[in-house]
């Protein structure tokens, strides 16, 4: 079964933590992305990568952190600095960071932070 | 930087009324994506649209790109409460390739 996994579905924590959501895909994809997702406001890009060991931010970057050590994994670390973290957060991936090209998403993750 | 505006944000209608969602750009876009998501899943693809006019049809859902392919609609003839959920389009962001979400239309049917 081809697809998008992040664990997990349901994340809470407390204020000042750090927390690493997970992200794997299994459709030998170059490119995965970050959204995140807030009621009313669409989708925004959080940090995207191209390619293994290589990733750019996207429009909403600060306090968040990532890494591509491998095709298949694209975690993402929502750190303290991270001012309002409480959201539904998006993991996906396309064949290669074009826009032509359709991306799929995983189920998500929501983040609880109190 | 480029925006896509989508609207009407929310539309809720009756089953069997029509409903569509419209997307705007300030500038040219080389090709917009349509997806859904349904009430607490993931946005998964519909549709892509490339060329200046064109049109496409998946059962009742009409797709259409504007001939400045700066706009686009996506149009539900006799709406069911399958069609219920959130209508993205999506489109490239100034030779970047990153692709730029409107803010969706929530749809709701009535049954």
């Known amino acids: 079964d081809g697809g998008i996994t992040q664990s997990p579905k349901y994340l809470f924590r407390k ?9 794997e895909q299994n459709l030998n994809h170059d490119a995965m992305y ?16 191209q390619i293994v060991n290589d990733f750019q931010k996207g429009d909403i970057a600060e306090g968040y952190s990532v890494s591509r050590e491998k095709k298949e994994s694209f975690p993402l670390t929502v750190t303290s600095a991270q001012k309002n973290p409480t959201a539904f957060y998006l993991c996906a991936s396309s064949k290669r960071m074009r826009s032509s090209y359709e991306q799929y998403f995983g189920p998500g993750t929501r983040l609880t932070v109190t | 930087g480029q925006q896509v505006m989508q609207i009407p944000q929310y539309q809720h209608v009756q089953e069997g009324e029509d409903f569509t969602t419209y997307c705007n750009s300030s500038t040219t876009l080389s090709n917009i994506q349509w997806y859904k998501q349904r009430p607490g899943g993931h946005p998964v693809f ?5 060329k200046s006019g064109e049109v496409k049809k998946q059962k009742r859902l009409t797709f259409q790109f504007g001939e400045a392919k700066k706009n686009s609609s996506l149009h539900i003839t006799a709406t069911q409460t399958t069609d219920v959920g959130t209508y993205f389009c999506a489109g490239e ?10 803010k969706g239309t929530k749809l709701t049917v009535n049954p």
Do not use: H, M
């Not at chain 1, 997702?37 to 925004?44: A, E, F, I, M, V």
């Open chain 2, 93 to 102: 962001q100034g030779g970047s390739e990153k692709l730029v979400f409107g």
């Open chain 1, 15 to 23: 204020e000042g933590q750090n927390v690493t959501l997970s992200c």
């Open chain 2, 46 to 50: 519909l549709i892509q649209l490339v």
């Open chain 1, 34 to 49: 970050w959204y995140r997702q807030d009621p009313g406001q669409g989708l925004r890009l959080i940090y995207y990568s």
